[in-house]
Nanobody, 113 residues
Framework: QVQLVESGGGLVRPGGSLTLSCAAS????????MAWYRQPPGKQRELVAS???????DYADSMKGRVTISRDFVKKTVSLQMSSLKSEDTAVYYC???????WGQGTQVTVSS
């Protein structure tokens, strides 16, 4: 059974950086497309970035140039490096196994001075 556990959220000042990590348990991590989503307060969940098993990445227009998604096949982790953070990036960030439709519990990111 696949489980996803996010970490790395917290409070950061505008313009700051943060790296989120998602640890996956279960077999055959390398074949899945993985993604990060976020849900701002009072809004719908939205895609931030995804990475396919071949390494092809995709980013939301609002985050392009400010985020990088990567995966470590040995550690079975997916990371989201974020920089130049803005107050509107405040949200709960979720890790998602796209192929199996499995979600993590989410980690809160708050961008505030």
């Amino acid at each position: 059974q696949v489980q996803l556990v996010e970490s790395g959220g917290g409070l950061v000042r505008p313009g700051g950086s943060l790296t989120l990590s998602c640890a996956a348990s279960g077999p055959i991590f390398s074949i899945y497309t993985m993604a990060w989503y976020r849900q701002p307060p009072g809004k719908q969940r939205e895609l931030v970035a995804s990475i396919a098993r071949g390494g092809v990445t995709d980013y939301a227009d609002s985050m392009k140039g400010r985020v990088t998604i990567s995966r470590d096949f040995v550690k079975k982790t997916v990371s989201l490096q974020m920089s130049s953070l803005k107050s509107e990036d405040t949200a709960v960030y979720y890790c998602h196994n796209v192929d199996l439709d499995v979600w993590g519990q989410g980690t809160q990111v708050t961008v505030s001075s």
